[in-house]
């Protein structure tokens, strides 16, 4: 049945968790390209068809005719479909980039995407960076409303010693270690899920 | 500026009237507001941004040579805290900015109108992020479609105008104020008002919050007689 396929697929990304990402279904995805590439040849022999009987396509409105609307109008279905799910996709990478800005694509991620996805992760958190070097403004920091200058955090993982935080002294942020810090030098570190802020 | 600032206020630092001299917090919190809200962009307010950040360097210098000249270090702190306030604002307004041009640009690059609120910047930003993504949809997509159906913009060679570009939600509602008392706000389009027979004109009074379509009251918060919130 026309279009199924494509259904299929944007069925998968509607039952997905908002702003996760699932495995790129490249192989139902290339299904729907060829049904469409199909369509386009059925709906060319009809055209010939009509063109060969010397019909005026612009005013026959024969079987034939009404079987190449068919064919157009599954294939242009198709097409949104595709779009919807290359679309909403990228939509969620860039929210994913806003998270993730100034880090690389942690693998986990990267094994989800589409080659062109990926490379469109890496264009766009380019685009982002210029942006706010031109604007001297660092959009990543300040996520959430600021309620004090200051937090207190545990490391999650070893960061290292040598850490130079924002008031030019150093930090040794050893696994399990709890710091209180300037919301500001945590946050960065919070996002990448390096820390996490600890609540009274 | 920065060193008359600091240099006049460290003898009266309990005068909060002189770390913020002119203060351009408000109209920053509202322009906030009023783009965090709208469902579509609103004109970059350019000389603001401007100012808050000449005040924003400002401030910290101040508070740089508050720290050094040895002033309990609370004070600093509260003036730290009243500094990153101002900062997310700003910050947090750039953002929604370029959080709606990653969604919209199509439609936003294809209306003069919207095009026109935005910065310089943003501009660049813009043609670059339609740049990249068209090249992400050709490759993923519309190259390997039949040639009459690769359009970005359009489903296919034979729609007259483009049908495939996302819209901002203008008919989304927002809740909202105004500061002045508003009559005859015309609230249903011109084919609504045609099938309905009763019209009654809309009126806001001052200060009452309403839930409202965006639509109809959009030149109004174009024109900032009404605040979204």
Partial sequence: MYGRKACQLVTELASGEKGQLTHFNSDLFEQVISECQQHHLELQSLIRKVQEEGLDLQTTKNEDHFGALIHHLALVRNKRCLMAYVHNRAETIRSLIWKLLGSMIPPEIQEKLSNSEEEYFKKHSARLKEYMSKLELDLTVDMVPPKDPYIQVRVLDDIGEGIVLSDDKTANFALHSIHFLKRTDAEQYISRGLMEELRG | ?229
């Fill in chain 2, 1 to 229: 500026m920065a060193s008359n600032l600091g240099g006049a206020s460290i003898s009266q630092t309990d005068d909060f009237e002189t770390f913020t001299p002119t203060t351009d917090v408000e109209p920053l919190k509202r322009a906030w507001r009023n783009e965090k809200a709208a469902p579509e962009i609103l004109p970059y307010e350019a000389s603001l941004v401007g100012r808050i950040k000449e005040q924003i360097q400002a401030m910290e210098d101040s508070i740089e040579e508050y720290s050094r000249s040895g002033i309990d270090p609370l004070i600093v702190s509260l003036y730290q805290m009243d500094l990153d306030r101002i900062q997310f604002l700003l910050r947090s307004y750039i953002r929604s900015r370029l959080q709606k041009i990653e969604k919209y640009m199509l439609y936003i690059l294809k209306s003069d109108e919207l095009f026109r609120r935005l910065s310089k910047e943003e501009i660049t930003f813009t043609d670059r992020c339609r740049h990249d993504m068209k090249k992400h949809f050709d490759e993923s997509v519309l190259s390997k479609l039949p040639n009459n159906y690769q359009d970005v913009l359009k489903q296919s060679i034979t729609s007259e105008e483009d049908d495939m570009v996302p819209e901002p939600p203008l008919d989304t509602f927002v809740v909202c104020k105004s500061k002045e008392y508003l009559e005859h706000i015309q609230l249903e389009d011109e084919e609504e008002r045609a099938s309905s027979r009763i019209e009654e004109p809309f009126e806001m009074e001052a200060n009452v919050l309403h839930i409202i379509r965006y639509r109809p009251i959009k030149s109004l918060v174009e024109s900032g007689r009404i605040d979204l919130l």
